[in-house]
């Protein structure tokens, strides 16, 4: 292996090369995963328990509908999105809701439309012998496949269990926030009281009026804390799990930044496949995976690969939001690593079929 | 670990992140790592960061209280972290300390031939055209600055491009055109020496997904001037756009070329 290109022994060139790009990635993306964490922090300490969940249809398979479209409405990048859902899990959010949330919101939001609807400017097509703009049929396309897939795989978590899905810690700590009540199923708010623990007594074979039914369980009640101590307290959560995910987001991009230089293995195989249009579909996959680039500005990078087609372009757009190098450690917060495993295999898989799909769709309609 | 111990840990990594952001930003370096859309992101997240960082630190010992449900035999920690918070500092510090240390705000060759420093021009670039300025013949007075021995002013985007619109070619193909960037040794169809690749970044986001923008100088029978590797150069010249090794290229007859002071970013921010 080239002396300069080895792992174990970089040159000074290589060193400089890797700093450049690590640190270009972590500025771009820290201010992100702050304001996640921040977010996620607040929620932690403000948000009721099942409050996400009231929002949303009873129905499982509607919710997960409703639950690709929020992105519409709260825009967050793949980055910052990690974090929020960790803790709206926490909080009660069904976990299908959540990753499908997790998956579509970097995509089906307007920030990311619009700089896709930017990037594609210019070329037009020709669809049922008309003429469509191209950013019109990229844009579309992106936020449909992204929504598509997202629900999807909401559509499978909802149907196997919560312990094969969330990490082991995350199941525990959801068992003990709700030891009496399935998670999410409702909070405790309708008790009228903060339950929070300094001043204590129980609540023994009381019934609640808001759920109708009786509740053997014991609550430990206090006063209301003062606004300052919960600041404190969401301050110290948002720290936690600012720490928790720029652990993994720091290992992530120093691995984005080897392969984005060159210098980890198989930088070149991957160049290499990149050329090969049958494969190029594949081939922008890993790209989008191994360079881990924002969602809300990918497509810019996208745009200019004028040797791949529009079905691989589009591949690109949708599983670099959704599966990259720096999320792989992200996820990790949240999911099991087998979970992760699977979940990549069944994105790359539907991802893939889609962008072939839609090339072949407009293979047979472009006139050149 | 102590709980207080672990938020003085977490609150010293997090105020490393900042004075790390708030330093490049500060310090002006950060124009070399990020497009200018976001740049002001990385001074919000470090003062972000900052204020985050020193609040934990300052009430590391104060009582709080999160103010719901804590029920019997759950500990309900909100601060119960992943792993160590020390191995949590080091995976966070040490990647980014060393970076910091080894920085020297660019790329090398090697790495920029990765980012298209020697591929050949675009063939269909429609998107980036788009941001270009009109190049009819009679806008290009209007848009272009003369200089006093003939040439315009051109900025190298703009001739790179100009290999993917035919009708531009048309316009441009033998005008006298000025322009700047990096001067770097020729790989291809170079067998006299004589031609040299003259590039700039474009960077959409940040330097990570930098491009190179490279065109082509022939000096023709001219010796090359002895310029370092990779140094700024200014050139005027005649732009020509023949088909070498299948692809058009964007050829400048080199009448002229002068070091020059390097721009203060790369992001093509100058002449606009």
């Known amino acids: 292996m080239n002396a300069r290109r080895s792992l174990t022994r970089m040159t000074g060139e290589a060193r400089q090369d890797f700093a450049f790009a690590f640190l270009s990635i972590l500025f771009e993306g820290a201010p992100f995963i702050l304001l996640g964490t921040l977010i996620s922090g607040f929620i932690d300490i403000y948000m009721p328990p099942g409050m996400m969940d009231r929002f949303l249809p009873k129905n499982k398979f509607l919710a ?126 309708c008790c009228g009281d903060d339950h929070s623990g300094q001043h204590s007594y129980k609540h023994v074979e009381s019934s609640h009026t808001c759920c109708e039914h009786d509740h053997s369980h014991e609550h430990i009640h206090a006063h209301k804390p003062d606004g300052s101590q919960r600041i404190v307290a969401a301050m110290r959560s948002a720290i936690k799990d600012f720490v928790d995910v720029g652990v993994y987001f720091s290992i992530g991009i120093a691995i984005t930044a080897l392969f984005n230089t060159g210098i980890a293995p198989g930088a070149a195989w991957l160049d290499s496949i990149a050329n090969r249009q049958i494969l190029a579909p594949s081939a922008l996959m890993v790209l989008a995976f191994i360079l881990s680039l924002c969602s809300t500005s990918d497509a810019f990078i996208a745009a200019t690969l004028d040797k791949f087609t529009y079905g691989a ?56 | ?7 003085i840990v977490f609150s010293l990594v997090v105020l490393t992140w900042a004075a790390v952001l708030l ?36 009430t590391a010992g104060e009582k709080s209280s999160c103010g719901h449900d804590h029920s019997e035999g759950d500990p309900h920690d909100h601060e119960a972290s992943d792993m160590n918070p020390f191995t949590s500092m080091a995976l966070m510090l040490v990647p980014i300390l060393f970076a910091v240390a080894n920085t020297k705000d660019s790329f090398s060759l090697a790495a920029l031939s990765r980012k298209s420093l020697f591929d050949e021009p675009l063939s269909n670039n429609v998107f980036l055209a788009e941001n270009l300025p009109p190049l009819t013949m009679a806008d290009i007075e209007k848009t272009h600055k003369k200089s006093e021995a003939g040439f315009y002013e051109f900025n190298l985007m703009e001739l790179y491009f100009a290999a993917g619109d035919p009708e531009i070619q048309k316009l441009l193909n033998g005008f006298k ?52 590797e990779n140094a700024w150069v200014k050139i005027s010249g005649t732009v020509t756009f023949p088909v070498e090794r299948g692809a058009t290229q964007v050829i400048l007859q080199s009448a002229s070329c002068v070091e020059s002071e390097a721009p203060w970013e790369e992001s093509f921010m100058r002449n606009y």
Not at chain 1, 87 to 93: A, D, I, N, P, Q
Not at chain 1, 94 to 116: D, E, G, K, Q, R
Not at chain 2, 1 to 7: C, P, S
Not at chain 2, 34 to 46: E, K, S, T
């Open chain 2, 177 to 228: 055109v000025e322009t700047e960037g990096r001067l770097v040794m020729e790989k291809e169809n170079n067998e006299a020496g004589n031609r040299r690749r003259l590039y700039r970044l474009f960077i959409t986001c940040c330097a990570a997904d930098a491009r190179a923008v490279p065109i082509i100088i022939d000096f023709g029978k001219e010796t090359p001037p002895t310029i370092a």
């Open chain 2, 1 to 7: 670990m102590n709980v207080k111990l672990q938020r």
């Open chain 1, 313 to 368: 372009k589009l591949a690109f757009l949708v599983l670099g939001p959704m599966l990259d190098l720096k999320l792989l450690f992200l996820y990790q917060t949240v999911l099991r690593k087998k979970f992760i495993l699977w979940m990549a295999v069944g994105l790359f898989i539907t991802i893939l079929l889609g962008a072939y799909y839609f090339q072949w769709f407009l293979n047979q309609q472009i006139v050149p």
């Open chain 1, 64 to 189: 997960v509908l409703m639950a690709g479209l929020l992105g519409a409405v709260f825009p967050v990048c793949e980055c910052a999105v990690v974090p929020v859902i960790r803790r709206l899990v926490k909080k009660g959010l069904p976990v299908s809701c959540a990753l499908t949330y997790m998956l579509a919101a970097p995509i089906v939001n307007p920030i990311t439309a619009l700089s896709t609807w930017k990037a594609f400017t210019g070329p037009v097509m020709m669809i049922y012998g008309e003429t469509v703009q191209a950013n019109l049929v990229m844009t579309v396309s992106r936020m449909g496949l992204g929504f598509l897939v997202a629900v999807l795989l909401g559509w499978v978590v909802a149907s196997i269990p919560m312990v094969w899905v969330l990490r082991k810690r995350l199941v525990d700590e959801l068992k003990n926030d709700m030891p009496d009540h399935k998670a999410g199923e409702h909070g405790h708010a």
């Open chain 2, 23 to 58: 330093y490049f930003f500060g310090s002006g370096r950060i124009v070399k790592y990020l497009a200018p859309d976001f740049r002001p992101l990385v001074l919000y997240g470090g003062l972000g960061l900052a204020v985050l960082g020193l609040f934990v630190l300052l």
